[in-house]
């Protein structure tokens, strides 16, 4: 697996989590890297994207004020924080080289996804 999502799990609306995003080679580093969710019986879409020197380069109306993307090249690690999680935040998160939820990644595969389940 060249991309393995971990962090995700079972929380209550108004906590947080925070997703980390671990490549296996440090050539994802040159990349941008997407956070992408999909929730059961809906398609894909992008959460928040950040590119290789680290700036967010794009948010999702639903994640602005409340999600932080970011990106740790010593530890070929992309992180997603997330807080205040509402029950709608409830989906599978993976992430990819590219902010493009309908698109292949530029290198690389779809990573493998971490759950995310909010409890109202």
């Known amino acids: 697996v060249q991309l393995q999502a971990y962090g995700g799990g079972l929380v209550q609306a108004g906590g947080s989590l925070r997703l980390s995003c671990v490549a296996l080679?440090?050539?994802?580093?040159?990349?941008?890297m997407g956070w992408h969710r999909q929730a059961p019986g809906k398609e894909r879409e992008a959460v928040s994207c950040?590119?290789?020197?680290?700036?967010?380069?794009y948010q999702a109306e639903f994640a602005k004020g409340r999600f932080t993307i970011s990106r740790d090249g010593a530890k070929n690690t992309v992180y997603l924080q997330m807080n205040s999680l509402k029950p709608e935040d409830t989906a599978v998160y993976s992430c990819?080289?590219?902010?493009?939820?309908?698109?292949?990644?530029?290198?690389?595969?779809w990573g493998r996804g971490t759950q995310v389940t909010v409890s109202s």
């Open positions: 990819a080289t590219t902010c493009n939820p309908g698109a292949e990644p530029v290198f690389g595969p």
């Open positions: 950040v590119s290789s020197s680290g700036v967010a380069t």
């Open positions: 080679a440090s050539t994802f580093n040159y990349f941008e």
